[in-house]
Nanobody
């Protein structure tokens, strides 16, 4: 599975970003896909996942602020992130769920 993440950047606290992940090398509609993140000095952690059926799952810190969606016609998943805070600063990765491989990730920095 190959993935390419995009959409990261620098945003002020309270701001929003929309991440995208294009996957290849997999029959996309057969897999659950997920977003993960890794902050400096911390282990990679689960953020959100979406099942092939459309069911969604979120880490507690993401509930109410992040929304994961998928467009199976484009082999793409998205992560809409609202009300960002500095603790959300991390490199965000997507993968199958459970994860099998990793892309380069996209950096999200929340700072004033």
């Amino acid at each position: 599975v190959q993935v390419v993440e995009s959409g990261g950047g620098l945003v002020e606290p309270g701001g929003s970003l929309r991440l995208a992940c294009v996957a290849s090398g997999v029959t996309f509609s057969n897999y659950a896909m997920g977003w993960f993140r890794q902050a400096p000095g911390k282990e990679r952690e689960f953020v959100a996942a979406i099942a092939w059926s459309g069911g969604t799952y979120y880490a507690d810190f993401a509930k109410g602020r992040f929304v994961i969606t998928r467009d199976s016609t484009k082999n793409t998943i998205f992560l809409q992130m609202d009300n960002l805070n500095p603790e959300d600063t991390a490199v965000y990765y997507c993968s199958t769920y459970p994860p099998k491989s990793w892309g380069q990730g996209t950096q999200v920095t929340v700072s004033s």
